[in-house]
């Protein structure tokens, strides 16, 4: 687990010290090496930084040539931890700069071994570079596991990039006339001082407005946009490195029902599979638990496969709010499993500053103050030496688990005529959900009707954004939330472009920042065609979602876990914890609003002097207000 920094100046004033910077800002997501890679036309040199665990010579010191490419890394040691992983790896005509694991990566080496090919190091690295020399792009298709990656052809002068099926990892691109940025994370963008610092107002619209993100390649910067998950990037270079030839960009991957009907026995089968390939480390292993169904799951097969090892689990603790604590799930979950928990104490102090670098780790704004406390769940994964964390990220979308997916079911049985039946499983549905009856009817409305969506949105929210933010909505942009879809269909949505993108996002960041891998089984490739192939009648039966996961799981976990009715997952006290930020500081961010060309600042302001619950949009302006103040974004 790493971070990459990849500069194509084609003028050949290749700027060093802007790919130092780079390298320098995700310091976090690699503190245990770092290594260079320049490329001329002429010439190929190789160089380390300060913390370099090699004898490559300081970058500072390698002799100007016209660098047209250079390729930075940083490295988290966690497969083989000796120098033998340091990167850029070179082996035979390519170099590599990897960010991510994979996982099966011990079974491939065997099968190229097999095949004649020899190997230096232990490291899934040179696996990944043997893989590609053997198979080229389609090397992915061979691949288990989440990743963002540069192999570099140096006789044919060609650079090839790719990002995992699901995008677990991050990946960035800035494209100009003469220059060609790539990085793990924004901000490594934004240290090229000829990258405008300018707010994508119609991303920003759609976020302010609905609580979109990270459904498109485009980001809240103009110009700075995200590879897609499942992309690979083919750019050749002329001979003399002075011109991009050809850009070539394929999706290799998109999830899809691929029409077979699994049981439950196959869902459990591929999840066992996919938790004991990520117990895959020679680092320390961990795991968030939220006392929910997923995490809780993740850490019964792993506990069980550890033998005689304790399994560590962290999770967010609210003693003084009960209504959002579960610590008594997880409690029970470490109990009956054996397991060595740790509660992370949630506090009131200092919670603006608390907010303050969450907002420097994920780059853009976020929704709410729930991201402070999976921060901080992080962070004492680190002090407890566990420097791998498993969680539960895609356990929801691959097997219908939130409650939105009550209305598409419902909707799926109405459009198929037996009314009757349709009331019958939307009483067991309040019954096993704890919703009242006038909750899911809302629910059915709201989630099946865009219309009704809009219209909801725009009278609670409009009013405290300004016309330009409504001006800025793009229907064609979002058309996928948009649209009526079936159940699948809305899994498939949220996979791609709905919550997970957003998840994942905030679960990288959040675990780099201090320097943690996160892995998460439930998007392993194998299981989410698996989980993805079950019905939607099978995923949601008397009244339950995911029942196939809880039924593998029963027995195994407290029936109190498995048959859980409400659904938190690192919640946050948002609305106490807004009114904890010191006056002086909301007052300033109020009366001199970066983002006030995007809000109604005089109405936000009646909010906070009420100290008004229902103060989701003053939440929202806080976090867009952080961050153009933190990044220094201009409006046009």
């Known amino acids: 687990m790493c971070g990459i920094s990849v500069c194509c ?59 047209r ?60 570079l043997a893989a590609y020399q053997k198979w080229g792009k389609e090397c992915v298709k061979h691949l288990n596991g989440m990743w963002a990656f540069c192999i570099y052809d140096l006789e044919n ?21 003469n220059k060609i940025l790539f990085a793990s994370e924004i901000k490594q963008i934004l240290e090229d001082d000829t990258v405008k610092r300018q707010a994508d107002e119609e991303v920003l619209a759609h976020f302010i407005l609905y609580g979109l993100a990270d459904y498109s390649q485009r ?37 899809g029902n691929h029409g077979r009907h ?8 591929a999840l066992e599979r996919a938790v004991k390939l990520r117990l895959r480390s020679d680092a320390p292993i961990g795991s968030c638990l939220s006392g929910g169904l997923d995490s809780s799951t993740i850490v019964a097969i792993a506990s069980e496969n550890l033998g005689e090892r304790k399994m560590k689990t962290f999770t ?38 608390r907010l303050k670098k969450v907002i420097w780790h994920q780059d853009e704004p976020n929704l709410d103050f729930h991201l402070v406390t999976q921060y901080e769940v992080f962070q004492e994964a680190k002090k407890n030496h566990c420097s791998v964390v498993l969680d539960g990220q895609g356990g929801d979308e691959t097997l219908a688990g939130y409650y939105s997916y009550y209305a598409t079911y419902i909707a799926d049985l109405f459009r198929k005529g037996n009314i009757r039946q349709t009331l019958k499983k939307a009483r067991k549905i309040c019954k096993a959900s704890a919703m009242s009856y006038k909750e899911l009817v809302k ?18 929210r409009g009013k405290y954004v300004t016309k330009r933010v409504k001006d800025s909505v793009n229907a064609d942009s979002i058309s996928m939330f948009i649209k009526k879809k079936s159940s699948i269909e809305q899994q498939l949505c949220d996979l791609q472009y709905g919550s997970l993108p957003a998840l994942l996002h905030h679960e990288d960041r959040n675990s780099m920042a201090h320097s943690v891998e996160s892995r998460v089984p439930f998007l392993d490739v194998d299981y989410v065609e698996t989980a ?21 799981i029963n027995k195994r976990l407290p029936d109190k876990v498995v048959w859980r009715k409400n659904k938190l997952g690192f919640p946050a006290p948002s609305e106490k914890w807004l009114y904890k930020i010191p006056d002086e500081a909301m007052k300033d961010f109020l009366g001199n609003a970066r983002s006030k060309k995007f809000f109604e600042v005089d109405k936000l302001c009646k909010i906070y002097e009420k100290k008004d619950k229902d103060n989701i949009m003053l939440r929202r302006f806080l976090t867009v207000e952080l961050w153009m103040r933190m990044f220094q974004v201009e409006a046009e």
């Open 532 to 552: 993805l192939s079950v019905s939607i009648t099978d995923k949601i039966s008397n009244g339950y979602t995911k029942v196939p996961l809880r039924t593998f």
């Open 157 to 177: 002068r060609e650079m090839f990039i790719s990002r995992d099926r699901f995008g677990v990892k991050p990946l960035y691109c800035c494209r100009k006339k």
């Open 9 to 67: 100046d084609l003028t050949g004033n290749f700027p060093v010290n802007t790919l130092k910077k780079m390298n320098d800002v995700i310091r976090h997501r690699g503190p245990d090496d770092e290594g260079f890679v320049l490329v001329s036309d002429k010439s190929v040199a190789f160089a380390g930084g300060r913390d370099c665990k090699t004898s490559d010579p300081f970058l500072e010191t390698v002799a100007s040539d016209h660098w």
């Open 443 to 460: 629910y059915v409305f709201y989630f099946n009707n865009w219309k009704i969506r809009q219209f909801y949105i725009r009278r609670t």
């Open 219 to 255: 980001t809240c910067f103009k110009n700075i946009r995200c590879v897609k998950a499942g992309t690979n990037i083919r750019i050749q270079f002329s001979d003399d490195l002075k011109q991009v030839v050809e850009w070539k960009e394929e999706r290799y991957y998109k999830p």
């Open 316 to 353: 967010s603790h609210f003693p003084d709010i009960p209504q959002i604590d579960e610590t008594e799930y997880s409690d029970a979950v470490n109990e009956f499993l054996g397991c060595e928990g740790y509660k992370v104490l949630q506090r009131d102090q200092d919670i603006l500053e």
């Open 262 to 269: 699994a049981q439950v026995k196959e869902i459990g089968a």
């Open 69 to 128: 490419i250079g390729i930075g890394h940083r490295r988290l040691s966690i497969l083989d931890l000796s120098t033998a992983g340091h990167q850029p790896m070179k082996k035979g005509n390519y170099v590599a700069a990897f960010n991510g694991e994979i996982y099966n990566y011990i079974e491939l080496r065997e099968q190229l071994i097999q095949e004649g090919e020899k190997f230096i190091s232990d490291t899934d690295t040179e696996v990944l």
